[in-house]
C-alpha cells in the first residue's frame, strides 16, 4: 500500500517576501512551492519591504495575493512601534498580529513595556498575538496575555524549556498556543559547521540534547510550522549574511521519515500540520481538498530541484519519505507529478470558522 491521502497541510508560519524582495521569493514562487510541499494554505508574515502594519499596504498585499497565489493564504498584520490604530480596525481581515519582541531580519522590534502594554490592550481579535520572542521576552508575553486576556501564540519556541513555562501559564489559565519549526526538529547546531550561514536562523539552532527534548515535549506543542524564510545564496554567501532557511517543501517529506520511524504517529503529524494551525487562527479548512503522497519513495532530500525561487535547502541529505503526487484544492487538482496545474489568481483567502 504505497498511495496515502492527507488532508494537506497548513503552514502557519511563513515568508514569501512580496512586497520588497521579490528577488529571493515572490506570492506566486513561494505558493507554488507550498503546493509542491502538499500545503494548502499558508500564513504569511508581515515583515516586508514596506511592512504590512496599516490599512494601505494590508489591502495592496491582500489584492497582490489575490491576484497572483496559486495556494489559499491568510495574512498578518504586524506592528513597527508607531501606530496602535489598525490593531483595533484590521483584525477582521487577518490571521492574527505578528509581535516582534527581539530582534530578526526586518526592522519591528517593539520592546518598550508601556507600548507594548497598549498593543496587548488594544488588539481585538478574533486571531491571536503571534510573538517572535527569545526565552526572557516570552515570559513577559505571557504575562501581558494573562493581564489583559489575550490570546497568545508563541512562534517557533526558541528553547524546550519554554515549553514547560507555556504549559505553566496554560495550566493556571493563559490562553496559548505554540508552535516549533522543522530546523528545530531535524537539525542541531552541529549542522552550523557543516552549513555555516545556510544554517543560521533566529531563533538558532539549539544543542542535540535541547533537540531530543523538543521530541520528549512533543505534546505540549500546538503545531508545527516551516518559517519559510528564504534568502538567496549570494546574500547567504557574503559578509553578512542574513538569518533565515527556506521550508515549504520539505516539512512533509521530513515528517513522514519521523512516522516510518515511530518518533511520531500519522494522526499527530496531520494534528501538528492541519488541525492545530487552523485551530490556532480559527481558520477554516478548504473543502473538498486532499493530499495524495506515494509512500514508497524513500530518499535523501536533494541540494538542488527545489520550486522556492532561493533554489537551497538545509536539509539536503536528510532521510525522506514519501513524494507528493497530487494535490487537490477546492475540488480541482492544483499540483500533479511535479506540474502546478492551475494559473496565478487561483488561491483563495482562508475563511474563518463561522464566516469572515
Ligand atoms: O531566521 C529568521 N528569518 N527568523 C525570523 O524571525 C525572520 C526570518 C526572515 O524573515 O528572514
Ligand atoms: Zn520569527
Ligand atoms: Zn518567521
Not at 489591502?59 to 493564504?73: N, P, T
Not at 498578518?76 to 489598525?86: C, H, K, T, Y
Not at 489583559?148 to 515549553?163: A, F, I, K, T
Not at 505553566?168 to 559547521?193: I, K, M, N, W, Y
Request: hydrophobic share 40%; aromatic share 6%; charged share 25%.
Amino acid at each position: 500500500m504505497g498511495e496515502l491521502t492527507l488532508p494537506g497541510l497548513i503552514d502557519a508560519h511563513v515568508h514569501l517576501r512580496e512586497p520588497g524582495a521579490t528577488h529571493k521569493e515572490g506570492v506566486y514562487t513561494g505558493t507554488a512551492a507550498a503546493l509542491a510541499g502538499g500545503v494548502l494554505g499558508i500564513l504569511d508574515m508581515p515583515n516586508n519591504t514596506p511592512p504590512t502594519v496599516d490599512r494601505a499596504t494590508l489591502s495592496r498585499k491582500l489584492e497582490m495575493f489575490r491576484q497572483k497565489a496559486v495556494s489559499d493564504y491568510s495574512l498578518f498584520l504586524g506592528f513597527d512601534g508607531r501606530n496602535v490604530a489598525p490593531l483595533s480596525e484590521l483584525g477582521g481581515q487577518v490571521a492574527g498580529l505578528k509581535l516582534y519582541l527581539d530582534e530578526t531580519f526586518g526592522d519591528m522590534t517593539t520592546r518598550e513595556p508601556r507600548m507594548l502594554a497598549e498593543v496587548f490592550a488594544t488588539w481585538l481579535g478574533p486571531g491571536p498575538i503571534a510573538i517572535h520572542a527569545e526565552s526572557p521576552s516570552i515570559r513577559v508575553a505571557l504575562e501581558l496575555a494573562r493581564r489583559y486576556g489575550q490570546r497568545l501564540h508563541v512562534c517557533h519556541v526558541p528553547d524546550p524549556d519554554d515549553l514547560l513555562a507555556i504549559e505553566t501559564a496554560r495550566q493556571a489559565g493563559v490562553a496559548v498556543t505554540c508552535e516549533v519549526t522543522p530546523h528545530h526538529l531535524f537539525l542541531s547546531d552541529e549542522a552550523v559547521a557543516r552549513l555555516g550561514a545556510y544554517a543560521r536562523m533566529k531563533p538558532p539552532l539549539v544543542a542535540p540534547r535541547q533537540v531530543a527534548l523538543y521530541w520528549e515535549r512533543l505534546s505540549l506543542v500546538d503545531a508545527i510550522a516551516s518559517d519559510h524564510a528564504p534568502h538567496t545564496r549570494e546574500e547567504k554567501d557574503s559578509a553578512n549574511p542574513p538569518p533565515g532557511v527556506p521550508g515549504l517543501e520539505t516539512t512533509l517529506p521530513l515528517l513522514l521519515a519521523a512516522v516510518d520511524e515511530g518518533r511520531l504517529t500519522l494522526e499527530r503529524m496531520v494534528e501538528l500540520t492541519y488541525h492545530g494551525p487552523l485551530r490556532i487562527y480559527g481558520l477554516a479548512a478548504p473543502v473538498d481538498s486532499a493530499v495524495e503522497v506515494d509512500l514508497l519513495e524513500r530518499y535523501a532530500l536533494p541540494a538542488k530541484g527545489y520550486r522556492t525561487k532561493c533554489g537551497w535547502s538545509p536539509f539536503a541529505g536528510q532521510r525522506a519519505v514519501g513524494r507528493v503526487r497530487r494535490v487537490r484544492l477546492r475540488g480541482q487538482v492544483v499540483w500533479e507529478d511535479g506540474e502546478l496545474r492551475v494559473s496565478a489568481g487561483y488561491g483563495r483567502e482562508l475563511g474563518r470558522v463561522g464566516g469572515r
